[in-house]
């Protein structure tokens, strides 16, 4: 009974309350909703609302993205960060093209097996494509919110019991609705660090109400020194700068990166970027031009090793 009531306030909050996002305004087309959660995957849902209408214009459908070159892609996604994902998914649609014919399976071990697709997006297609009333989805938010009412946020049960427990308080005939009100409310009323339990729907059911303790201090944050920035940052820096500039000669990609008379060690840094994105097939290099991929070939150039003089 309780949780019947916990579904039935919950629902309607979010149909009174609910974020005006995007996606929320119209049906999507499973090729839709592919497109839209590998952008979520690492971006805050502003920046794809921003981006995701003229992706989806530049490449309409599964075919129009599958039949694209690569550093099209790339420069569609400009903004968006992660270049990675926007590879995966270029590859996906060629292998969902090749393999299924330009289909999006409804099966969570296909799906499970194309690049970018991981437990949650596979999930996400499943419901928020296909209907699906038996998959739970579970992102941070839908974590909280889910071990905070039952009182279990303090001992988290393992993943497959959590996936269980998830999949248990899916009210019938509403999974969609459901997890969407899960994730709205986990952004904007049960937060990690901050609930509002007096304003919260479930609040009265809830076994963790104002029993949420305070979160620990957060330690001051200082921009590292060069050699302690995540590699990932400088990969997207680098990136952008490809995609905005497409072809960039070599030697001036470490100024636009590092300032005028870039050092030994940052020009010895810039080489292992290249090397590490042109391994991961996110841009080429050829006598010494930087482009993005599927540019117009010429003969290419030999990268040297972080140790090798240019």
Not at 12 to 35: D, F, G, I, K, N
Not at 226 to 235: D, I, N, Q, Y
């Amino acid at each position: 009974m309780e949780r019947e009531r916990i579904h039935r306030r919950l629902l309607q909050w979010y149909r009174h309350r609910r974020r005006p996002l995007l996606w929320r305004q119209r049906s999507w087309t499973p090729y839709e909703v592919l497109v839209r959660e590998v952008m979520l995957q690492q971006t805050q849902s502003s920046r794809v609302e921003q981006a995701l209408p003229a992706f989806l214009q530049r490449f309409p459908t599964l075919q129009a993205l599958a039949a694209a070159p690569l550093a099209d892609v790339l420069q569609q996604w400009a903004g968006l960060g992660y270049y990675a994902r926007a590879r995966a998914l270029w590859r996906c649609a060629r292998l969902l093209l090749e393999r299924y014919g330009a289909t999006i399976p409804e099966d969570e071990r296909l799906l499970r097996r194309l690049p970018g697709i991981g437990p949650y997006t596979s999930a996400a297609l499943l419901v928020f494509a296909f209907g699906r009333q038996d998959v739970p989805l579970i992102d941070t938010n839908i974590r909280r919110v889910l071990l905070r009412v039952t009182g279990l946020a303090a001992t988290p049960p393992a993943p497959a019991q959590l996936r269980e427990l998830a999949r248990a308080w899916i009210p019938t005939g509403a999974s969609a609705e459901w997890h969407e009100a899960l994730m709205d409310l986990g952004a904007t009323i049960c937060t990690a660090r901050h609930p509002r339990c007096s304003e919260c729907p479930i609040g009265q059911w809830c076994r963790s109400a104002h029993r949420v303790p305070p979160p620990p201090p957060r330690s001051a944050r200082r921009e590292p020194e060069f050699a302690g920035l995540p590699r990932r940052l400088w990969r997207g820096r680098l990136l952008r700068l490809l995609v905005e500039r497409n072809p960039l000669p070599l030697k001036h990609a470490a100024e636009l990166l590092f300032g005028p008379a870039p050092s030994v060690e940052q020009r010895r840094w810039l080489l292992e970027l290249v090397a590490a994105l042109e391994r991961d097939g996110l841009l080429d290099r050829r006598n010494g031009i930087l482009c993005l991929p599927n540019a117009p070939q010429a003969p290419r150039e030999s990268i040297p090793s972080a140790g090798e003089p240019r």
